[in-house]
């Protein structure tokens, strides 16, 4: 069973924070994340599926601010992928977080496609808004950004 929607971000920000607090160095249970959860062997979570959350859930007002709470009033410190969400793809990746992005969003093809700018890409979108069948799809076309 999944967590709804509003919190697929939440949850996956958490398990990044845990996994890497608890890598086993200070007398912790180290807990990895893994394509194949294993709880015998400390491996929770599917991790491309927490990617993904993370990248289509970003941190809410909410959960920027519980993040100061914590740190100032329990913790002390701070869940640093709620800070910088792109952490977590530069850290289980290894890649940038734009990188990771684009390759969640673009085909192999595309990205390679020198033809594609951000001035041809642009004009593209411009022309392709203005057409009368389009108006349902202007607010995700408006959202996208464009490699340049």
């Known amino acids: 069973m999944e967590p709804r929607d509003a919190d697929k971000g939440f949850v996956a920000r958490a398990c990044f924070y845990m996994s890497t607090c608890y890598d086993g160095t200070t007398g912790t249970t ?20 927490l990617l993904a959350w993370n990248r289509k859930f970003p941190p809410t007002v ?28 530069m850290i289980f990746l290894g890649v940038d977080g734009f990188a990771a992005w684009e390759n969640d969003h673009f085909s192999a093809a595309e990205l390679s496609n020198s033809a594609v700018t951000g001035a041809t890409a642009a004009r593209w979108v411009m022309e392709f808004l203005t057409l009368p069948s389009t108006r349902s799809v202007t607010t995700r076309m408006c959202s996208m950004t464009v490699r340049s």
């Open 30 to 49: 180290n807990l990895f994340l893994a394509e194949t959860p294993n709880t015998t062997a400390n491996m929770f979570a599917k991790l491309s599926t």
């Open 62 to 89: 909410y959960e920027r601010t519980r993040n100061s709470v914590i740190n100032a009033t329990y913790q002390h410190n701070r869940n640093p992928f709620i800070d910088n969400p792109d952490y977590a793809d």
